[in-house]
């Protein structure tokens, strides 16, 4: 019995493992460890509610428990760690939906492995790794080209004479497609302008960089890649 255990908690931190791995690789706030402590904390409170249903109900035939009622509060439960890493920038720009999901998936390995199902888990870590790591590639070689552009910031302090406009259509020539526009006077007279953007992949930001500053009427360049 006590093997048994043992056995369902090292293949659910096995499982956390893997994930927690892919998501220090990307340097995401949620890690290894802590990937480890959700996935072997769901399978060890999966263990409890399935081995605590048994043991009551032997007790006394009048003990109705449902053995994955405690199990079932995981899967709520986690969301709220899960909406900690979503993180919303400026410009309507979210982040962190990745890691929140792959946090509700660990979880989910260590109910699967808690409640017996070896290799069902097993499967549930492969297909989540295959999707976030090996479908995107493929899909980014096979798909369309709005798959391949990077999301990015542009935050510039444009002169006062300058034509807003203008500079946002020179901006567009450069084959930066605009998705929102934020402008705000400065005290000295000049204005900025943060634009939310994406290029293609290929291109170096250091290239987006010195075009954008060659633009009449821009001061100052920053740029910000998102993903």
Partial sequence: ?????????????????????????KNKPVGLKTSLVISISSC????????SADRFSEMTDRTMMDPLRLAAQIVSGI??????????????????????????????????????????????????????????????????????????????????????TNLIKKVNEQNVRITNVRIKDLDSGLRKMELAAAIYEKRYTTDLYYDIKRIDGIQTVEIETLN
């Avoid at 093997?3 to 998501?23: C, D, H, N, P, T």
């Avoid at 060890?44 to 081995?51: A, G, Q």
């Avoid at 070689?141 to 798959?147: E, M």
Wanted: no cysteine.
């Fill in 79 to 164: 969301g709220f760690l899960g909406a900690g890493v979503i993180l919303r920038r400026s410009n309507d720009v979210i982040s962190g939906l990745t890691t929140a999901a792959m946090i509700w998936g660990a979880s989910g390995l260590g109910i699967a492995a808690g409640a017996g199902f070896y290799m069902e888990a097993a499967a549930g870590a492969l297909l989540i790794l295959i999707s976030v790591e090996l479908i995107p590639l493929i899909m980014k070689w096979i798909g369309p080209r709005a798959l391949r552009n990077v999301d990015i910031r542009l935050k510039l302090v444009v002169r006062e004479e300058a034509d807003m």
């Fill in 1 to 25: 019995m006590v093997s048994l255990v043992l056995v369902k908690l090292g293949i659910s931190a096995f499982l956390g493992l893997i994930i927690g791995i892919e998501r220090e690789l």
């Fill in 44 to 51: 060890l409170l999966t263990i409890v509610s399935i081995e």
